[in-house]
């Protein structure tokens, strides 16, 4: 795909416009930006990027977990509806487990 800087800036444009029906070609370009920045890259930088955004994931995932482990209002003495929400933050990230496949 070949993708200009006036194309993006057009994209860009129109989606900035507020109208909803304009995310598409927004999130479309956003995709194709990072691809021809990642090919631009070199090996090393790539690596760093990709190691980067996967540390962010891991941490945001964790965050969600902690966050269900210190929920008090979850009334729970077997852990059960804990393990649950913890088992749905892994498949929201896409890391499915064996353990559920009803949130498949």
């Not at 966050?67 to 059960?80: A, G």
Request: a negative charge.
């Amino acid at each position: 795909m070949i993708l200009t800087y006036n194309a993006v800036k057009e994209v860009i444009s129109m989606c900035e416009q507020g109208n909803e029906e304009n995310i598409i070609p927004l999130v479309l370009a956003e995709q194709a930006v990072g691809q021809l920045v990642l090919k631009w890259m070199g090996q090393e930088a790539r690596e760093r990027v990709i190691y980067h955004l996967g540390c962010n994931r891991a941490v945001h995932a964790l965050e969600e977990i902690r966050q269900v482990l210190e929920n008090m209002d979850i009334d729970d003495p077997t852990c059960f509806r804990r393990i649950e929400e913890i088992i749905g933050i892994f498949f929201d990230h896409g890391l499915p487990t064996r353990r559920h496949e009803e949130f498949e």
